[in-house]
């Protein structure tokens, strides 16, 4: 992860950066680089149901079982089947 990444958001003073606890999200050159924007930051407690770690691990399970193998699907319909069928295992 790069901190410079963020510097694409120029010209979005007010804008609220959410993250999670990690490295880049609490370094020091992140933190000077989201004030100079104008921008934000929103974490999460960890071990709240605000903390989103929760749903990236769903999603990521998701990805992998689901939809990783099936880049693209015939219809909306057969996805959501899929998707389904998966949840409903």
């Excluded at 992860?1 to 963020?6: I, K, N, P, S, Y």
């Excluded at 691990?57 to 089947?81: G, I, M, Y």
Aim: proline residues 1%; glycine residues 8%.
């Amino acid at each position: 992860m790069r901190t410079d990444l963020v510097e694409d958001a120029r010209g979005r003073a007010g804008a609220i950066f959410h993250g999670d606890h990690g490295s880049v999200y609490t370094s020091k050159d992140y933190t000077r680089l989201r004030t100079s924007l104008g921008a934000n930051r929103s974490m999460g407690t960890v071990g709240t149901s605000a903390n989103n770690s929760l749903a990236d691990a769903f999603n990521a399970t998701l990805k992998r079982e689901v939809l990783h193998d099936n880049n693209s699907w015939p219809d909306q319909a057969t996805c959501r089947r899929e998707v389904f069928r998966w949840l409903a295992r």
